[in-house]
């Protein structure tokens, strides 16, 4: 969506060792998911960089976009707790959209009820002045807003390649059988394939209403 819109991509893997930008050289920042916990400094320094990454730039008032892991991210770098929940979060499940997700200008684009990929174990608290867009009834806090930073849980950007891809990754494997049993892991990818078509196309839909509403217009921006 970004290519189609023209837009210049820069690409930083810091697990894979790429150094952290400059972020005001940057219009907007996308940061997506990942198997480690937010709370891994110890193991995985550059995470503590990243989270003040972000929340310098969210502070000045860039947009933001996390999935997942990124999601979490946001809430630490903001102050927020990021926890380990009840229990893993794992499957094609619905999430709810809050009243105040009903009329987020971002938000609003997608029907009260959205179909989602989950697969996390970890939570976190609402930062301050965070408002709640979504939940589901084990993870309350599944989408918030502030600022001009936006984030959100699960996955919509799914697709049925992105499925047999991970059916070949053996942590994701060994991690989807712990949680759901040997016969679990490959239907949870097979549920993937049959739905992915629909989560991406809300995915498109709420990732198009951000660029238009926080990347092209901060003046219409939630704050």
């Not at 550059?46 to 947009?63: F, T, Y």
């Not at 936006?150 to 989807?176: C, D, I, N, T």
Request: proline share 8%; hydrophobic share 45%.
């Amino acid at each position: 969506m970004l290519r189609e819109r023209g837009a210049e991509l820069h690409r930083v893997e810091l697990d894979e060792g790429d150094p952290l930008p400059d972020w005001r050289e940057f219009d907007s920042i996308v940061a997506m998911g990942g198997p480690m916990s937010a709370n891994d400094d110890t193991d995985l320094p550059w995470l503590r960089d990243e989270k003040r990454l972000i929340a310098e730039a969210v502070d000045a008032g860039i947009p933001y976009w996390g999935v997942c892991l990124g999601v979490q991210l946001l809430a630490a770098s903001l102050g927020a707790r990021v926890y380990p929940g009840p229990v893993p979060e794992v499957g094609i499940l619905p999430v709810a959209l809050t009243l105040d997700g009903l009329t987020d200008p971002v938000f609003a684009g997608l029907p009260r009820e959205v179909l989602t990929l989950q697969w996390h174990g970890d939570t976190f608290d609402l930062p301050h002045n965070a408002v709640r867009l979504a939940g589901s009834p084990a993870y309350p806090n599944q989408a918030f807003r502030v600022r001009r930073a936006y984030g959100v849980q699960f996955h919509l950007e799914v697709s049925a390649e992105m499925a047999r891809e991970w059916a070949k990754v053996p942590e994701y494997v060994s991690s989807l059988e712990r949680t759901l049993g040997a016969e679990g892991g490959p239907a949870f990818l097979a549920a993937i394939e049959e739905r992915a078509d629909e989560m991406r196309a809300d995915g498109r839909t709420l990732f198009e209403r951000w660029l238009d509403h926080v990347v092209a217009s901060p003046a219409t921006a939630a704050s």
